[in-house]
């Protein structure tokens, strides 16, 4: 039986885990930069981290027979998984790390509009406020406006990634709104190697067919792909080891440090730097996301 973390401990665990989420995300742009495809960092990402789920389970003696039912659940929700993985990395590719991460960061708002339009219950209204909040925290992050307020000029800049990002944060939100209501009494271990399994198989037949693999041209790119599987299968299989071991669901809104930790990273690393009043945005993103669920 697992033992209980403190809240210390388990802020302190779920804080080094955004950080090496955010960590996966500038690896994958140093891959991408350097010749690295899309198609080919989601297959690789998915494929060595299912198998390393899969050894993790057997090793643990996990139960992992489903019903067919619940089995076709699981395959839809990880073809869910397979389209937001590929859109939050074509968003990487394109925009800085951390403006594609705050908008994808909207996916706890679409859920609960999700949620809500699909019978759920109504939202609370601290959390209809935050809503109208974190877009203009958006908008200031992104800079929407661009220099002179030449709007046409900055969204030919980064509209295709932000549209990738706020792909990313539909499916999402989907994928935790069809989690919860198809897989909810599904150990949270095997679930997510049948995600990431059937991740990696959509990925690898689909991008097979389309040709789109294309390995790193340089030993930076390999290094950034080697780092991006590492990063991410070790976040991934801390954070199932490690929220079940916190009395609050509410605890993993300290996730939401992800796109903060990626502004200091990102900018040691890839020099991307965004202005004080970007800043500023992406502090009124994340505090309007966070508070809310820290008053439940």
């Given at each position: 039986?697992?033992?209980?973390?403190?809240?210390?401990?388990?802020?302190?665990?779920?804080?080094?885990?955004?950080?090496v989420f955010g960590?996966?995300?500038?690896?994958?742009?140093?891959?991408?930069?350097?010749?690295?495809?899309?198609?080919?960092?989601?297959a690789m990402r998915?494929?060595?981290?299912?198998?390393?789920?899969?050894?993790?389970?057997?090793?643990?003696?996990?139960?992992?027979?489903?019903?067919?039912?619940?089995?076709?659940?699981?395959?839809?929700?990880?073809?869910?998984?397979?389209?937001?993985?590929?859109?939050?990395?074509?968003?990487?590719?394109?925009?800085?790390?951390?403006?594609?991460?705050?908008?994808?960061?909207?996916?706890?708002?679409?859920?609960?509009?999700?949620?809500?339009?699909?019978?759920?219950?109504?939202?609370?209204?601290?959390?209809?406020?935050?809503?109208?909040?974190?877009?203009?925290?958006?908008?200031?992050?992104?800079?929407?406006?661009?220099?002179?307020?030449?709007?046409?000029?900055?969204?030919?800049?980064?509209?295709?990634?932000?549209?990738?990002?706020?792909?990313?944060?539909?499916?999402?939100?989907?994928?935790?709104?069809?989690?919860?209501?198809?897989?909810?009494?599904?150990?949270?271990?095997?679930?997510?190697?049948?995600?990431?399994?059937?991740?990696?198989?959509?990925?690898?037949?689909?991008?097979?067919?389309?040709?789109?693999?294309?390995?790193?041209?340089?030993?930076?790119?390999?290094?950034?792909?080697?780092?991006?599987?590492?990063?991410?299968?070790?976040?991934?299989?801390?954070?199932?080891?490690?929220?079940?071991?916190?009395?609050?669901?509410?605890?993993?809104?300290?996730?939401?440090?992800?796109?903060?930790?990626?502004?200091?990273?990102?900018?040691?690393?890839?020099?991307?730097?965004?202005?004080?009043?970007?800043?500023?945005?992406?502090?009124?993103?994340?505090?309007?996301?966070?508070?809310?669920?820290?008053?439940?």
């Amino acid at each position: 039986m697992s033992t209980a973390l403190s809240p210390r401990a388990g802020v302190l665990a779920l804080l080094v885990i955004a950080v090496v989420f955010g960590s996966n995300h500038v690896a994958a742009r140093i891959a991408f930069d350097h010749g690295t495809s899309v198609a080919t960092a989601v297959a690789m990402r998915s494929g060595v981290t299912a198998l390393c789920l899969l050894a993790l389970l057997r090793l643990l003696s996990v139960p992992m027979a489903l019903p067919r039912a619940t089995r076709g659940r699981a395959a839809v929700i990880g073809a869910l998984v397979a389209l937001q993985s590929f859109c939050i990395y074509s968003a990487v590719a394109r925009i800085p790390v951390a403006l594609a991460l705050l908008a994808f960061n909207t996916f706890p708002m679409l859920l609960v509009l999700m949620s809500w339009v699909s019978g759920g219950e109504r939202p609370a209204r601290r959390a209809l406020i935050a809503m109208p909040v974190a877009l203009i925290g958006l908008a200031l992050a992104l800079d929407v406006s661009g220099k002179a307020g030449d709007v046409a000029g900055r969204w030919t800049e980064i509209g295709a990634g932000v549209g990738w990002a706020l792909g990313a944060a539909v499916s999402f939100a989907l994928v935790l709104l069809l989690t919860a209501r198809w897989l909810k009494d599904v150990d949270g271990r095997v679930r997510t190697f049948f995600t990431m399994g059937v991740t990696a198989f959509l990925v690898l037949v689909v991008g097979a067919a389309t040709d789109a693999f294309a390995l790193p041209r340089s030993a930076p790119g390999w290094l950034g792909l080697t780092l991006l599987t590492l990063f991410y299968g070790s976040a991934i299989t801390a954070l199932f080891v490690v929220l079940p071991r916190l009395g609050a669901a509410s605890y993993a809104v300290v996730l939401n440090f992800e796109p903060i930790a990626v502004l200091f990273i990102a900018w040691g690393i890839l020099g991307q730097s965004v202005a004080p009043l970007q800043l500023l945005g992406a502090l009124i993103v994340i505090g309007a996301i966070t508070v809310p669920a820290l008053k439940r």
